[in-house]
Structure formats: C-alpha cells, structure tokens
C-alpha cells in the first residue's frame, strides 16, 4: 500500500507569496492531520479532519493559514501571505478510525520543508 | 493541559550497549500511548501503540512498556542503524489529537 503522500517535498519562497502544500492520504483513512514541526517546538498539530470536514482548527497559528479537503484523498494546507516565521517542516498524516475508547496510529508522509525568505 | 516529556533529550549509546527511554504524560483516559521513530529528513514512523498499564510490545531489539504516568522504550544490545529521533505521543479522553513529546535522539556508535 502507499503510505501517505505529500508534495512539494521542498518550498523556498519569498515573504509573501501565497504557498501551497498538497497531501494524499493512505486510501480508507476517515481522518487527516496537518502537523509543523520546529527545532523549538517539536510536533504541533495544525487542523485535522473526519471524513472531509474539518474537526478542530485551534492549532491554526492565523489566518494566514487556512486548509481544506475537498475529497477523501486529497488536502491542501495553504499559507498566505507567508512571512520567514512559518518556514518548518509541515507533516502531513491519516489514521482510520478507532473504537470508543482507543485511538488506531497515524501514519506520516515526509514532509514539505518550507523556506520564507 | 496535556503533557508528554521524554528523556534524555540525547543518548549516545555504544554498540550493544543496552539502555531505555523515558516518556511521562499527564493525560486523563488514555486512547492510546504511541512510539514512533524519525530518521533526517523523513517523517516519523509509527512503531508501537500501548493502551493500557501492563502491556507490553516487541519489535526486535526494541520493547515499549506502559505504566499509569509513563512509558518506556527499551533497546537492547543496539545497533548503528536504530541510530534515530525517538517520539512518543498521547492521546486523551474524547480526542483524536496526538500531543508529542520533544523527542530523544539516540546516537548508535560503532
């Protein structure tokens, strides 16, 4: 199977411009998260999603960012303007559901290393 | 607020040497304690996931135990290649979120 897919793997652009990162989940998934990560603050989640719809958005730094999952295989995490204090590393992962009381794993794609110049 | 801290930040380990790592977590109704290993420049791969206090998994030289407040994953007699970043996650009561710790670098020397 294709573990989960994202693209590009890296970005440099200027302050700015608009960017957009691309994910493709692994197929049956029913949830999708969108993670950053930084030397300072590790792993944070972003946003995640249930079956399209977005569930909880409170890690969303500003509104500069903004994400959507128009179908179940594809997600976009969108930045704009961008300014040098988002470049990290963003992740994307998918996990199929769990039961009542426990959580099945999230499996990760590698990456998009952002660069804001 | 939920917190999950590992330690040490860094453990340089000889080969065969054998040692464990640290995960605590404050979270209330537990769903799941999970490990995951991260290689330079690639995302991190699941490991193990632990449910309850007592349960143990295995994967070759590498075992996760859980107990009420912590985890640990322990290696034995290690190798160069288990050379990697370490992270452990929560994920509490109602929630599908994971919540990571900083992670511990582990360093393999021939």
């Known amino acids: 199977d294709a573990g989960v897919i994202q693209s590009p793997r890296h970005e440099v652009t200027e302050m700015g411009q608009e960017v957009t990162l691309r994910c493709k989940p692994i197929?049956?998934?029913?949830?999708l998260f969108w993670y950053r990560q930084t030397m300072m603050r590790g792993l944070e989640l972003l946003i995640y999603?249930?079956?399209?719809?977005?569930?909880?958005d409170s890690g969303m730094p500003e509104d500069r960012f903004s994400a959507k999952m128009p179908n179940a295989s594809f997600s976009t995490l969108k930045i704009q303007p961008s300014e040098p204090r988002d470049s990290a590393v963003y992740f994307c992962?998918?996990?199929?559901?769990?039961?009542?009381?426990?959580?099945?794993?999230?499996?990760f794609g590698d990456g998009t290393r952002l660069s804001i110049l | 607020e939920d917190q999950v801290t590992q330690s040490p930040e860094a453990l340089r380990l000889q080969e065969g040497e054998s040692s464990s790592l640290n995960c605590s977590y404050t979270?209330?109704?537990?769903?799941?304690l999970f490990w995951y290993r991260q290689d330079p420049g690639k995302g991190p791969e699941f490991l193990f996931t632990?449910?309850?206090a007592g349960e143990e998994k295995e994967k070759e030289r590498l075992k996760a135990t859980l107990t009420k407040k912590e985890s640990f994953l322990h290696i034995t007699a290690p190798k160069p290649e288990d050379s990697a970043t370490y992270l452990c996650?929560?994920?509490?009561?109602?929630?599908?979120?994971?919540?990571f710790g900083k992670g511990t670098k582990l360093s393999v020397i021939p």
């Open positions: 992962a998918s996990s199929s559901r769990g039961t009542a009381y426990s959580n099945q794993p999230q499996h």
């Open positions: 197929s049956g998934h029913d949830y």
């Open positions: 999603f249930n079956n399209n719809v977005p569930i909880d």
């Open positions: 979270v209330s109704g537990l769903r799941g």
């Open positions: 632990l449910y309850s």
């Open positions: 996650a929560d994920s509490g009561a109602g929630s599908y979120q994971l919540t």
